[in-house]
Structure formats: C-alpha cells, structure tokens
Nanobody
Framework: QVQLVESGGGLVQAGGSLRLSCAASGVMVSINTMGWYRQAPGKQRELVAVITRGGSTNYTDSVKGRFTISRDNAKNTVYLQMNNLKPEDTAVYYC??????????????WGQGTQVTVSS
C-alpha cells in the first residue's frame, strides 16, 4: 500500500518562508507526476504546483516566482519551497502522486495534509 507523508507546515509571518516535504513509501513500480494542492476554508481544493518525473514543472499563477517545486526520485520525495508567503497562502496543503503499483495499477494517492498559516 502506498502512503504519502507530508511535513514542514506551520505558522509563519507574511514575507516568511516554509519548505514542505512529502515522502512516498510502499511497493511501487514507478511514480509519475507529483504535486501539491491546497484547500483554504470554504474554498475548493486547487492545484499549486506539479512536477513530472523528468523535472518539468507547472505552477498556478498566484505562486509563480515565489514557490518552487522539486523532487528527489531516489528518495521518492517531492518538495515545495515557499518564499514571500502571503496571508492568502493560508490553507491545508496536500501532496499528490500518480503511482503505478503491481496490485492497483496506475492511480492517484493523497497525503493527509499539512496546515500552512500565514499571519499578516
């Protein structure tokens, strides 16, 4: 069974930085795209950033120039470096991975979420 475990959330002042990590574990054939999503209170979950196995990235417009997604394929880990944080970045951040396993084939997996709170 595949598990995604996130870490690195917390409380930070506006203008500060945080680094989120998400490690995938389990018996996997391969991990394709990995990404970060977020959900603020009363809002739908939205894409923040994604990265392919080859390193191609895509960001939502509101975080471009402030957030950087990266991954370490050897460690099955994806990171999100968040700089110049704004109060509107406050949300629960979820890790997502497109994983192929022998038992379940190809499917999406989600982490449990980590809270990021940015104070003004």
């Amino acid at each position: 069974q595949v598990q995604l475990v996130e870490s690195g959330g917390g409380l930070v002042q506006a203008g500060g930085s945080l680094r989120l990590s998400c490690a995938a574990s389990g018996v996997m054939v391969s991990i394709n795209t990995m990404g970060w999503y977020r959900q603020a209170p009363g809002k739908q979950r939205e894409l923040v950033a994604v990265i392919t196995r080859g390193g191609s990235t895509n960001y939502t417009d509101s975080v471009k120039g402030r957030f950087t997604i990266s991954r370490d394929n050897a460690k099955n880990t994806v990171y999100l470096q968040m700089n110049n944080l704004k109060p509107e970045d406050t949300a629960v951040y979820y890790c997502n991975a497109d994983v192929i396993t022998w038992s379940s084939g190809r499917r999406d997996y989600w982490g449990q979420g980590t809270q990021v709170t940015v104070s003004s």
